[in-house]
């Protein structure tokens, strides 16, 4: 009997060796979120060019073309500027967006008509963007400290396999109470998100379309599509021509800048 009974404590040794050393979901999270930021380290500098179709209720559409220049900062967030090229009525205003790691990001907004740079407060930063879905905290780079995370489960999204994580938002003054996010188990790009306002019921969800490579190792989509679920209203961003180290510096990214994006 004694091999048996050896044999027995042995296998319960390594099952609760296996539970002490478990991930929790909320280290499971972070562990995810970690991963797919460090795969999107060291593009430098990035310009693109956009479509936004906004889409109201009843199918009816606008069209808006833009440019957008992003800038990796080391150690904070990513820095970006947004350039509306048409229609007449909106070409020129501009959107430069400071992300940061921990602090509350800073964002302003140039409007040709008043030629003035106008500062976005942090309690507006839920507010949507030039009319669309997208609010403007959803604009700023999308760094991992500004969340806590808790891992839900494995789930098939497409022909993909994917995680399923809950992230937080730490920032007081945000739009959302929580986050759903899919991220693809290969290549840990998100590929859906599911928004929830402040009283916790689904608002929107933004879905990630025909990913690229670029550089041989960064991953970018050609769609993304946000569907606002309360008002019947989606807004769709198509983005083409995609550059990356081009140059930019911070010298770029300034509210004086702001004024002279053409």
């Known amino acids: 009997m004694r091999p048996i009974i050896k044999t ?36 430098q500098d990035s310009t693109a ?22 800038l990796e900062v080391e150690d904070d967030g990513d820095k970006s500027m947004t350039i509306f090229d048409e229609p007449k009525d ?38 949507p963007f030039m009319g669309s879905e997208f609010a403007f905290e959803d604009l700023s780079s999308q760094e991992v400290e500004k969340y806590t995370y808790n891992y839900l489960n494995d789930e098939a999204c497409g022909d993909l396999e994917c995680f399923v994580v809950e992230r937080t938002p730490t920032d007081k003054y945000s739009g959302y109470t929580k986050q759903i996010a899919w991220i693809d188990q290969t ?15 689904l608002l929107k969800t933004l879905d990630f379309k025909g990913y690229q490579q670029y550089l041989g190792q960064y991953w970018r989509p050609e769609m993304m599509l946000m569907q606002n679920h309360q008002t019947g209203k989606s807004t769709d961003l198509t983005w083409s021509n995609y550059a990356f180290q081009t140059g930019l510096a911070d010298g770029d990214f300034t509210k004086n800048s702001l004024k002279r994006a053409k």
Request: net charge positive.
């Open 49 to 70: 060019d956009m479509t936004m179709t906004l889409r109201n209720k009843q199918g009816e559409e606008s069209i808006r073309s833009l440019r957008v220049k992003s």
């Open 90 to 127: 909106v070409r020129g205003t501009a959107l430069l967006t400071f992300s940061h790691k921990t602090e509350a990001d800073d964002q302003w907004l140039f409007l040709p008509a008043l030629k003035r740079v106008k500062r976005i407060a942090s309690r507006n930063k839920s507010g």
């Open 8 to 43: 027995s404590l042995l296998a319960l040794s390594v099952v609760f060796a296996s539970n002490l050393f478990a991930q929790t979901p909320q280290e499971k999270g972070l562990e995810i979120a970690i991963e797919s930021d460090k795969r999107n380290q060291g593009w």
């Open 187 to 201: 290549e840990y790009r998100v590929i859906k998100i599911e928004f929830y306002d402040r009283k916790k019921s």
